[in-house]
Every structure is written in C-alpha cells, then in structure tokens.
C-alpha cells in the first residue's frame, strides 16, 4: 500500500509499506479521506516529540474492505462506511476505568507516538489500516467521506462544549474562529446559547455569523474585554472556549469569564508559556478555569450521530482537498493561516 511518511522536518515521502494483515477480530479499512490537523502540521515543521518517521492522520474516515472471523457481520460488512476512535487507550488505567479514555496514562508512550524501532502515527494517511472492531463506526453510505472525516475534531468540540454543561439562554465566547472555534459555535448554539465570537479576520467573522454566532468582533480594535461586558450587562460572558493557541490570548480567555462562569482552554498553548492567573478573583468570584482534549468514546458516537443525521453541517469548513501524492502541497496550503480545514483523499 501506499502511505505517505515523515521521515524529517518538512519531509514527505510516498512510500510503498505492507498492507495491513488483520486479526481475527479486526476489520481491513480503506482510508478515503484524511484531515490535517494543527498537531499534523506541527509534526511536519518538526515541531515535535514523537518518533520519526511518522504516519500521521488521525482525521480519517473510509470503508471497509475485508472482515476478520470474528467481527460479527450484524455489525459491520465489507463496503460499510466507517471511521475509527483513534486514541490508542489501554482500557485497564483508573482514566479508561471510569470512561474517561481520553486521558489514558499509556497513550503517550504507546507506539502511536513513540516507535524508535519503526514507523509511529495513527496512519490516517496510509491506504489501508487494520482497525479492531470495537473501534469502528458506522456512516450511511450517502455522507461523503470528506464529511465523515470531520468525526474526530467534531468529537473533541462535544467534548468540550458538554463538559460545559451550557444551560439555555446563557452568553457563551468563542475565541477564535478557525474550524475548531466554528464548531464550538454550532455546538453552543444547538445547547441554546446566545454566542458572541471573537476574531480579528473579517471574513471568518462572517462566516462565524452564518453558522449561528449571534454577535461577532474583532478583539484587536479597542477594549475586548469591555466590549464582552457590554453585551453581558457588565457581567462577561457565563462560558468562555478559547480555541487559540497563543497563551496572551489564555489571560484574556479569563478576564471575559463572568463571576461563577467557566473558562476552557480547549486548544493546547503553544508554545505553553506559563499564563500569568488572578487566584484571588478565581477565589473571591468562584471562576473556574479547566482544559478539555480529545474525545472519549462516548463523545465521539455522539460526534458521529451529529454528523450521521445532519444535525451539524461542515460543509463551510471545508477548504480543499488534495490527493494523497501531492501531500507536500496538502500541507503547504495548510499552512497558510487563513484556511479551513485541509483534507487528504486516496482513491
């Protein structure tokens, strides 16, 4: 099969690797369509800790192409449309114990990340992968596969925006109006959230407000933190998603928070300089400050459920897609900081 691998900083090779042989409980998926994300054009640029070379791609989505002896063909059949639950989660630690496999003490020495003798990565961007039942879900067949592969980053904004636990008519900031900051939009509007979105581009603001955002603005032009006031009757804002990376952006994050509100830093900081914090407003007006990360299996069904049956549209999040042998200019063109989401197909 073809696979498209790191093997260094800003090197890309398509290399010919073994197909997949699965086991008797797993299923042989053919990736069709495969999402690049912050964490794979980190990777790229070398920016890094995992083990090269890579295989990287965990966005994907596909179908299956050949069954093992004891997946139970009720469930799952050759040419079904699936994605997979990608977090490699030990399911013995006391975090897969109680469902929170997200945060699993094994995933990052697992292979997925660490492999020095061979190729680490989720292989989203190889032609064929061998998934274990368990971990498959199923797609109607009438989904494109560049929809489906939205699951995964879908599935860490569920997580995110439940941990919320949003309640109807409540004023909810999103920094940030990339695909992640979009998605917290749609997802705080569908909870009954009036959403105020904070973004300096022009025309992610617009489209912020074609997705649901009730009020947007650029938080460059004079005092941010006021405006949010202003439209919170001088209170900020009950929850505030910061979707950004930069950690000046974090202290801001929590000076939008109103007294007894909640403040989420959903992106990871980068780079993770420490974030200068007023304890004693977080004692004194009862703020709480919590990150949320991927999704835990749960999420992710519901993750699959919002975009099965049509209850959050992604089309407008996507940008272009790229075949998978021009993958150098895939990842060039995600680079670029005024662009949506990325997608790597295999035909």
């Given at each position: 099969m073809k696979a498209i691998v790191e093997t260094g900083v800003k090197q890309l090779e398509i290399q010919e690797l073994p197909t997949p042989v699965i086991e008797k409980d797993e299923v042989l998926m053919k990736v069709r369509a495969n999402g690049l994300c912050t964490n794979d054009i980190r990777d790229y640029l070398g920016d890094t800790v995992y083990s090269f070379p890579r295989v990287g791609g965990h966005e994907f989505s596909g179908e299956v192409v050949e069954i093992g002896s004891e997946v139970n063909p009720e469930h799952f059949q050759v040419g079904d449309h699936v994605v997979k639950y990608i977090i490699p989660a030990c399911g013995e630690c006391h975090y897969c114990k109680i469902g929170r496999e997200n945060l699993c003490v094994e995933v990052a020495s697992s292979p997925t990340f660490q492999k020095p003798d061979g190729i680490s990565g989720f292989f989203g961007m190889a032609q064929y992968?061998?998934?274990?039942?368990?971990?498959?879900?199923?797609?109607?067949?009438?989904?494109?596969?560049?929809?489906?592969?939205?699951?995964?980053?879908?599935?860490?904004?569920?997580?995110?925006?439940?941990?919320?636990?949003?309640?109807?008519?409540?004023?909810?900031?999103?920094?940030?109006?990339?695909?992640?900051?979009?998605?917290?939009?749609?997802?705080?509007?569908?909870?009954?959230?009036?959403?105020?979105?904070?973004?300096?581009?022009?025309?992610?603001?617009?489209?912020?407000?074609?997705?649901?955002?009730?009020?947007?603005?650029?938080?460059?032009?004079?005092?941010?933190?006021?405006?949010?006031?202003?439209?919170?009757?001088?209170?900020?804002?009950?929850?505030?998603?910061?979707?950004?990376?930069?950690?000046?952006?974090?202290?801001?994050a929590m000076d939008f928070t109103a007294t007894g509100g909640q403040t989420f830093v959903f992106s990871s900081l980068h780079p993770n300089d420490p974030v200068p914090t007023n304890m004693g407003a977080i004692h004194s007006y009862e703020k709480v400050i919590t990150g949320t990360v991927s999704p835990t299996i749960r999420t992710f069904y519901r993750s699959v459920q919002l975009i099965a049956k049509g209850l959050v549209d992604i089309t407008a999040l996507l940008d272009k897609t790229f075949d998978y042998q021009d993958a150098v200019d895939a990842f060039e063109y995600a680079l670029r900081p005024e662009t949506l989401k990325t997608i790597i197909t295999f035909d």
């Open positions: 992968i061998a998934v274990k039942s368990r971990d498959l879900y199923k797609y109607p067949k009438d989904v494109p596969f560049t929809h489906s592969a939205f699951t995964e980053p879908l599935a860490c904004v569920v997580n995110s925006v439940e941990r919320a636990k949003i309640l109807f008519g409540q004023d909810v900031v999103v920094i940030g109006g990339g695909v992640m900051g979009l998605m917290h939009v749609m997802l705080a509007k569908l909870q009954g959230a009036r959403v105020i979105v904070s973004e300096p581009n022009e025309e992610r603001r617009v489209l912020a407000e074609k997705l649901g955002a009730d009020v947007t603005f650029d938080p460059t032009q004079g005092d941010a933190v006021a405006f949010v006031k202003e439209q919170t009757e001088g209170r900020g804002a009950d929850v505030v998603f910061n979707t950004t990376a930069i950690p000046v952006i974090a202290q801001q």
